[in-house]
Structures are given as C-alpha cells and as structure tokens.
C-alpha cells in the first residue's frame, strides 16, 4: 500500500518536473544569447583610409626580416597604404602582428613610426596605437590602426594580407 502510494505521488510530479526543465532551458537560452550579444566588441572601422589589397610573402631568412624570427623582433615591409610593420611578439598562434603605418586620424604624408616598443606612433598628430591590438592610446581618438593577417606558411615564410 504505501508502495503504491510513493509511486503515484512521483508519477504527479513528473509533469511539474518537465514544466521547470522546459522553463530552465528557456532561461538558459535567453541568457546565451544575451551573453553572446553584450560579449560583441565593437571595433571601429578605419573609415578614413583607403581600401587597398595587400598580399606580402616575406621570406624571413632574408637580412632585412631576420629580426622577426626572435620575440620582439620586427622589421618594415613594402605593401598597404603607407607599408607595414609587422612584429614578433612571441605569443600567439602565429606570434606576429601586422598593421598599416598609415595614421588612421589623418591624412598625413609621413608613415607611422614603431620603435621597439609596445607603440606605433604618428609624426602628424602624436598619437600612438598599440602594437598589440592597433588601439588608440592618446585621448580623443576612437579609430584603431588597420591590422592585417599574418599566416605562417612554414618556418622561413609568412604571408602578410587583408582580413
């Protein structure tokens, strides 16, 4: 008798059970999809510059590009609006950053400059850029430096072009 009892007092709850699931992985859902749209960074465009293709092969075992087979090591390389700079910063998957040293701000006639250091700078305005990821570093600018892909296409070559 109690047997009984016990079994049809679980059978009772088992919709109630499917009802909370199915509520749960709604919740679960909309929380997913709120996630993924706030987790959006927004980057903005270098409206500025021209669109231009760029496809460099560099051959690292050359002179002027040795510097870019050791961690923070780089080197300047014909091609996109002004040339590129490219470094090695030893972390990553490939470890190298790409970018244009044309100053997004302006339309300046010099090309960025890049010393070594974490930051590209622009003789026209003084602003500077990161190496890491093209971000303004002086207030008052919200467009990045253009950054371009780098694949490695074995140990002595990468390939340099546009996303």
Known sequence: MRFNA???NICKLQPLTNKLDFITMHKL????VLAV????EKNETN???PDV???ETINLNLPQYIDLQTPSGWAYVKGGIKGIVIQNTGIGNPPYKAFDRACPNNDCTTSMTFDGS???KCSCD????SIIDGSPQTAGNNLFAREYRVNVINESTINVRNF
């Open 118 to 120: 974490l930051r590209m």
């Open 47 to 49: 409206d500025l510059l």
């Open 126 to 129: 003084k602003s500077e850029y």
């Open 6 to 8: 016990n079994v049809q």
């Open 29 to 32: 859902f909309l929380l997913l």
């Open 37 to 40: 749209f706030f987790s959006c």
């Open 53 to 55: 293709y760029v496809d």
